[in-house]
Each structure stands twice: as structure tokens, then as C-alpha cells.
């Protein structure tokens, strides 16, 4: 496979795989990715205890993508490193996402993690649809007191999943923590958070929870992604891999993250939209893409974005 690539050091057949959140709390969708053409098994963004999450409609599709306050609906931390375990046979490498309600949580959750089966750790700091709690990668210095308890405790690497950022001094900030602490990949970007669509007609939000209030999925985000993929790809160095994340929904937009610097993408709205052949799919463009730009590999294309 042309298109096959490496999160730090956990290999990945192909370039593609799903995102945290949809169709991926219970074991049953979780094999349906695993014997997909998505190339690891990532899991829903846990708690330590489980949740229902908020009162529907919470969940919409949209015209250019979706808009989300799930609230995090999860079957609690310990049901995740059972299915960990379940899902080994299928071979393809398992990442956990971990979203603590406070800094302890992270601690207890990572720590558990790291004695378990997944092969990557994404640490979720952008969770933006709990009511009361803050995106915790906008708050430096919260980030920083997160990081000094989850990065010394075990071999598996860890990465965090970050907001978007728009001000380059927020990148540089951020980037600064992740190579202090040695975090051995990101995802860039979670949903953008607390955005409103509104329904004329019904005068109304389209969504409930927060009076509307949601986080914002799939085209419409999508140059917001790969600033911010470029951004963190020229202040890292290579020394950090690259997930990118929003908007991909075809071989080219998955390009389009590879050039900016993207190690792997991660689809998240496409995959709620079309199901589980959007990997194939994307896949298979995307490889069409390389051959007719006689690109070899997805190293000798990353990053290869030219300036005007
Ligand atoms: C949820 C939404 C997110 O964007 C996220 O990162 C984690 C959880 C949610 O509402 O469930």
C-alpha cells in the first residue's frame, strides 16, 4: 500500500482512519471499524464514569457537515480497556481517547490506559460540549498541570487532541508544552466549538443542548484544519506526529493534509454520513493521487507544500 504511514512509532496500513466520537462507544461498532479499511480502531472519548450525555436532538446533519453536543455518552474508562482486549485478534492498532472532568481524572485514566492493550493514548483537551467546563488545551496553563501528571507514565504514546487555534501565538505556546513534555503526536482539530446554526423558519437552534451551542464538523472547518495542521508542523519539527482531522471527506482533501504536513487523517462527519465504505473509498482516491503525482510514499509527499 503506497499510502501506508506511522503515528510515532505504530505502524498504520493505510493513511485513513476513523475519528473519536461517531459510531464508536459500544464493541459492535467498534468491529465494524476494525474490519473496515480504516486503519487503526479509535475509540470514543471516555470518562471516568459512564454518561448518557445531553438531551437530543444533539446531533445534525448539515449541508456543508454537522453540528454536535453529545456531551460525551460513554460506557466509562474500564469497559474501553476490556474492549482493548477484545479487539487485539483483529490486529490493526487500538487508540484510546481519554477526556477527564478534572486533572486527577486524566492522571487515573492514563495511568490505565498505559497497563492495557491500546497502542496510542490521544488525550482529548477540547472536549467543548460539557456545560460548565472549559476547553482545557485554550488554558496554558491547565494544560501544563495536565501534562506534569499523564507524561511519565508508561511506554505507550501519548497524544493530544487540540481546539483549533487562531493566533499563531497559541500554536507557538502550545507547541512549546508538547515538546517540554515529550507528547508524541496531536490531532488537529477537535470540532470547533460553541458555534450556533439556526433554523429561520422555527426560529430556533437546530440542536438542544446549551441553547444551541455546538461544536461545528466537516467542510465548513476545514481550511481552520489545515492552518492549523501547517502551523503546528512547522513549529514541531517532525519531532511530533500529525493527525489531521476536520472537513476530509475525499483522496484529495486527505492530499491536501498530507502536503500541509499531516502523518495520518482521521474522518469523523464522512463516516456518520456514508458509513464504513468511506475508507475504502478515500483510500483508493487518495492512493490515485499519489501515483498520477509520482509520489512514492506518504513521506516523500508530507509537508512538500510550496509558498506563492
Ligand atoms: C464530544 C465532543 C467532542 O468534540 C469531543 O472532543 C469529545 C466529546 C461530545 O460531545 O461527546
Known sequence: MLSKTKISKIELASYICNASG????????????????????????????????????????????????????????????????????????????????????????????????????????????????????????????????????????????????????????????????????????NSVGNTLFIDPEKEMPVIKPKKGFGGLCGDYIKPIALANVRAFYELLDDKVSIFGVGGIKSGLDAFEFLIAGAD??????VFEKEGESCFTRINQELEEILKRKNYNSIQEAKGRLKHL
Open 22 to 189: 461517531p459510531s464508536d462507544s459500544i464493541l459492535e461498532e467498534l468491529e465494524i471499524i476494525a474490519k473496515s479499511d480504516s486503519s487503526a480502531i479509535m475509540m470514543k472519548s471516555c470518562t471516568i464514569k459512564p454518561r448518557i450525555g445531553n438531551p437530543e436532538p444533539r446531533y445534525v446533519h448539515l449541508p456543508l457537515g454537522s453540528i454536535q453536543s453529545m456531551g460525551l455518552p460513554n460506557l466509562g474508562y474500564q469497559k474501553y480497556i476490556r474492549f482493548a482486549s477484545q479487539l487485539k485478534k483483529y490486529n490493526k492498532p487500538i487508540i484510546a481517547s481519554v477526556a477527564g472532568l478534572s486533572i486527577e481524572d486524566y492522571r487515573v485514566m492514563v495511568e490505565a490506559f498505559q497497563k492495557s492493550e491500546v497502542n496510542l493514548i490521544e488525550v482529548n483537551l477540547s472536549c467543548p460540549n460539557v456545560e460548565g467546563k472549559s476547553q482545557v488545551a485554550y488554558d496554558f496553563e491547565q494544560t501544563e498541570k495536565v501534562l506534569r501528571v499523564i507524561s511519565n507514565l508508561g511506554d505507550i504514546p501519548l497524544g493530544l487532541k487540540l481546539p483549533a487555534y487562531f493566533d499563531f501565538i497559541h500554536q507557538k505556546q502550545m507547541a512549546q508544552l508538547i515538546l517540554k513534555y515529550n507528547i508524541s503526536f496531536i490531532t488537529c482539530i
Open 264 to 269: 495520518a487523517v482521521q474522518v469523523a462527519t
